[in-house]
T-cell receptor
């Protein structure tokens, strides 16, 4: 049931790009993305509702491929502030009850 | 506007003790959730509620109980604490988008619980 994320961890230099993937063995009807900085609560980034939908948030964007049952998060021209753990989440039912992925730890270094 | 407030921030329990983790939100959200996060791991859903008087189990409900008597409050009860319940507990809330049934979760700052 739990979505699987890849990679588990990635280290970037400032200005580099990264892609984080989220996939599920079951049908995905929507995908949420959150970022959690060390010792803090997760913070909402974006929701993708439909297959083929793409969204952007600053230099962070995401896509949702319903057929492949996966979503990808794109971070371009990374900044130090992008460091943290990124989680995707998918609802099990219509109650918005998210089951979160395994997480991807992103570290941006100068 | 405080958002989601969790108390206490930290707690140490002995095995077999009981406690209630408090969660309150002031955003008039219908939906509320309890998650636990073990060190270096993801978030696991314990229980959730779609409104006052309605609760349902998540992925890992064993050892916990919840109640929802008001829209604002969603306490989590640990009856017989065990070392396996050592974790950080996050409460969250969301509104309901009736067109998509998807809304952002707003998280509290968490309660760090240690059971020894």
């Amino acid at each position: 049931q739990q979505p699987v994320q890849s990679p588990q961890a990635v280290i970037l230099r400032e200005g580099e790009d990264a892609v984080i993937n989220c996939s599920s063995s079951k049908a995905l009807y929507s995908v949420h993305w959150y970022r959690q900085k060390h010792g803090e609560a997760p913070v909402f980034l974006m929701i993708l509702l439909k297959g083929g939908e793409q969204k952007g948030h600053e230099k962070i964007s995401a896509s949702f491929n319903e057929k492949k049952q996966q979503s990808s998060l794109y971070l371009t021209a990374s900044q130090l502030s992008y460091s943290g753990t990124y989680f995707c989440g998918t609802p099990k039912t219509g109650a918005n009850n998210l089951f979160f992925g395994t997480g991807t730890r992103l570290t941006v270094i100068p | 506007n405080a958002g989601v407030t969790q108390t206490p921030k930290f707690r140490i329990l002995k095995i077999g003790q009981s406690m209630t983790l408090q969660c309150a939100q002031d955003m008039n959200h219908n939906y509320m959730y309890w998650y636990r996060q073990d060190p270096g791991m993801g978030l696991k859903l314990i229980y959730y509620s779609v409104g006052a008087g309605i609760t349902d189990k998540g992925e890992v409900p064993n050892g916990y109980n919840v109640s929802r008597s008001t829209t604002e409050d969603f306490p989590l009860r640990l009856e017989l604490a065990a070392p396996s319940q050592t974790s950080v507990y996050f409460c969250a809330s969301s509104s309901i988008d009736r067109s998509s049934y998807n809304s952002p979760l707003h998280f509290g700052n968490g309660t760090r619980l240690t059971v020894t």
